[in-house]
Structure formats: C-alpha cells, structure tokens
C-alpha cells in the first residue's frame, strides 16, 4: 500500500518561510515525478511546483523565486521550501507522485499553510 504523508504545515507571519515535507512508503518502485498542489478554500487544486526524474523542475508563476522543490536524500522524499509567503498563499498543499513503471499516482491527505499575521 503506497502511502504519501506530508508535513511541515502550519502558521506563519507573511514573509516568513516554511519547508514542507513529503514521504513516499510502500512501492518498490522510484518515482517519476514527484509534485506539490494547493488549493484555497472556495479554489480548484493547482499545481505549485514539480521535480521530475530527469531531474528539472517546474514553478507556477505565482511562487517562481520564492519556493523551491528539492529531493531529499532519502527515497521517494521531497521537500518544498516556501519563502517570502503571503497571505494569498494560505491552502492545504498536497504532495503527488507517479510511480514508475507503470504511472500509477497517489496523493497525501494535506498539510495546511497559514500565513496570516
């Protein structure tokens, strides 16, 4: 059973940073793709920032320069560094993978993001 738990959540100042977490359990397999979602209350979900195998990455507009997504040194684990955070950046964010071979995706239940004074 693939499990994905994120952590790191919680509330911040605006400017202030957060670093979120995302461990991926119970495959066999590496990922292909391993991403960060948001979505804000009343919102659809959107896509914050991806890292592929290859490896590249890629950023919405809205958080280009401001957060990063890296791969930890242990398997299946990616980090989302959030700096400079507004307030609209408030969400629950979601980690999602896709596993090789086959592309099978799974999602984490949420980590929610405050930013608020």
């Known amino acids: 059973q693939v499990q994905l738990v994120e952590s790191g959540g919680g509330l911040v100042q605006p400017g202030g940073s957060l670093r979120l977490s995302c461990a991926a359990s119970?495959?066999?397999?590496?990922?292909?793709?391993m991403a960060w979602y948001r979505q804000a209350p009343g919102k659809e979900r959107e896509l914050v920032a991806q890292l592929t195998d290859d490896p590249r990455t890629a950023y919405a507009e809205s958080v280009k320069g401001r957060f990063t997504i890296s791969r930890a040194n242990v398997r299946n684990t990616v980090y989302l560094q959030m700096n400079s955070l507004k307030p609209e950046d408030t969400a629950t964010y979601y980690c999602?993978?896709?596993?090789?071979?086959?592309?099978?995706?799974?999602w984490g239940k949420g980590t929610l993001v405050t930013v608020s004074s």
């Open positions: 999602n993978a896709i596993f090789s071979p086959y592309g099978r995706t799974y």
């Open positions: 119970g495959s066999a397999f590496s990922t292909l793709r």
